[in-house]
């Protein structure tokens, strides 16, 4: 890694260990209700920190693999995206206790930026390709998705595609340990440079083949080419789009074929 990459990817880091943090000390410290749903000042000081550490994460993701033109100026980016970057759950805070903690973080973050020096540098073990997609490449990808294999939001079998695409689904609950590893390798070994993942938050990400998921909801996987497809539905189904894929498919399911395109 450069001096600079290894900024980035501490940046990450911190927020990756310090949302786990207080993520844990929530589920532990929790004193609002389940039913109604009700947050406690001690809920308001706890929760929006995770929520604001996720924000500066993903913001910090736009900038995966970004050349800068010195520490300073990465480090200037940096701070700015941690005081800027903002998600469904960190804007219109309303709570007071809420929006102090936000803050906190923010600034907590900034700090963490300012005074990190190469001790931690050099010890800062690489994270799994993982690029934020910007506005226009988000765009011109869910356009040809919508024009290749019209997806419209949702996909099969949630909506019905044109006969001329070769598609098939099946139940996720279907599908073994060892059927997973195999349909994972596969797509892995076709894919032709890293993945594209395509979500219902519009949280779209170019990755690193490890970072696919095949137990995925509401997102679509496709790498370049377009020339296959998987989506995994909220309803607990998988789709499959491509020929050599489909083909792959059926011969993994080739003594269970009752449980395809049946849901």
Request: hydrophobic share 30%; with cysteine.
């Amino acid at each position: 890694m450069t001096e600079t990459e290894a900024i980035v990817s501490a940046a990450k880091h911190y927020c990756i260990d310090n949302f786990r943090y207080w993520s844990d000390r929530y589920q532990n410290e929790r004193t609002g209700n389940d039913f109604p749903y009700t947050y406690t000042d001690n809920d308001y000081n706890l929760f929006p920190r995770y929520n604001a550490l996720s924000a500066i994460r993903q913001g910090i993701e736009y900038f995966t693999g970004q050349e800068f033109q010195d520490i300073e100026t990465c480090k200037q980016t940096l701070k700015k995206t941690g005081q800027e970057s903002q998600s469904h759950f960190t804007e219109n805070t309303n709570n007071k206790i809420g929006r102090k903690a936000i803050q906190e973080e923010r600034d907590k973050f900034v700090q963490f930026i300012e005074n990190i020096d190469n001790s931690v540098l050099e010890a800062i073990e690489p994270l799994p390709y993982k690029r934020r997609l910007k506005d226009d490449e988000r765009e011109t990808i869910r356009q040809v998705l919508t024009d290749k294999w019209r997806v419209d939001g949702y996909w099969v079998p949630l909506i019905e595609v044109s006969s001329e695409l070769t598609t098939l689904f099946m139940n996720k609950e279907n599908l073994t340990e060892t059927d997973e590893k195999q349909i994972v390798n596969f797509i892995k070994q076709k894919a032709e440079g890293r993945l594209y993942e395509i979500t219902e938050e519009q949280l779209d990400y170019e990755i690193a083949h490890s970072e696919f998921d095949i137990d995925c909801y509401e997102t679509f996987y496709c790498d370049r080419t377009f020339d296959w497809l998987v989506y995994g539905s909220h309803e607990g189904t998988i789709a499959f789009g491509g020929k050599e894929l489909i083909d792959f498919v059926q011969q993994v399911f080739a003594d269970r074929k009752e449980m395809i395109n049946n849901w």
